[in-house]
């Protein structure tokens, strides 16, 4: 089984609609994130979170919300999508590097392509 | 401003040759760690290696090796005995300062397509 899964893998919707992404991770890691990857601009930090208490804002968080369930879960909700919000989005976790140098590898999961009409 | 630069949108490469993929950034931070992600047509990111700032030697994991130029902010990474599944896209990452900055920036990428 992977160690980070997203559910849906694909969804199309319209806009206007309330859209949830989910994130589950079998690694143990403490910290986890929300990209979304558009062409010709790499992947765009939108929220992350060290912990179950712990949720920051990141790049673009405008339009998104989330909530982090528990340590194995971590999901972003589009209140209100709209077509510019048509993106591939990655979850992401890590643990703590041991050098305390940023060292801290992140892990993806598979993507979710989000089509939003 | 632009912290992470790959100034190849695509590259091409014979099988069984080498290839380097160009990454400069921009920091004014002592302490950051670069990273290389491959993207293959299936849309996951893959970890490929790391290189911390004070690391004294290059970065290397099997095929892979990280050729880190700290003076001149380059952090190219080198592909050896290219394969087949080698084409992808690649993205250059950076992050910042201590652990508890989560600000990492990624490159636009660049395509690389391997040749029977």
């Known amino acids: 089984d992977a160690d980070v899964t997203q559910t849906p893998r694909n969804r199309i919707t319209k806009t206007g609609k309330r859209i949830m992404l989910e994130c589950s991770q079998t690694k143990g890691h403490d910290r986890m994130y929300w990209y979304r990857q558009d062409p010709g601009l790499g992947l765009r930090l939108i929220y992350y979170?060290?912990?179950?208490?712990?949720?920051n804002k990141g790049e673009i968080s405008d339009g998104y919300s989330v909530s982090r369930q528990a340590q194995a879960k971590f999901s972003l909700s589009l209140e209100s999508a709209i077509p510019n919000q048509t993106a591939l989005y990655f979850c992401a976790t890590s643990d703590i590097g041991t050098s305390g140098i940023g060292t801290d590898t992140q892990y993806f999961g598979p993507g979710t392509r989000l089509t939003v009409l | 401003a632009q912290k992470i630069t790959q100034t190849q949108p695509g590259m091409f490469v014979q099988e069984k040759e080498a290839v380097t993929l160009d990454c400069t950034y921009d920091t004014s931070d002592p302490s950051y760690g670069l990273f290389w992600y491959k993207q293959p047509s299936s849309g996951e990111m893959i970890f490929l290696i790391y290189q911390g700032s004070y690391d004294q030697q290059n970065a290397t994991e099997g095929r892979y090796s990280l050729n880190f130029q700290k003076a001149r902010k380059s952090a190219n990474l080198v592909i050896s005995a290219s394969q087949l599944g080698d084409s992808a896209m690649y993205f250059c990452a950076m992050r910042e300062g201590t652990y508890n900055n989560n600000d990492m920036r990624f490159g636009a990428g660049t395509r690389l397509t391997v040749k029977p």
């Open positions: 979170s060290f912990d179950v208490k712990d949720i």
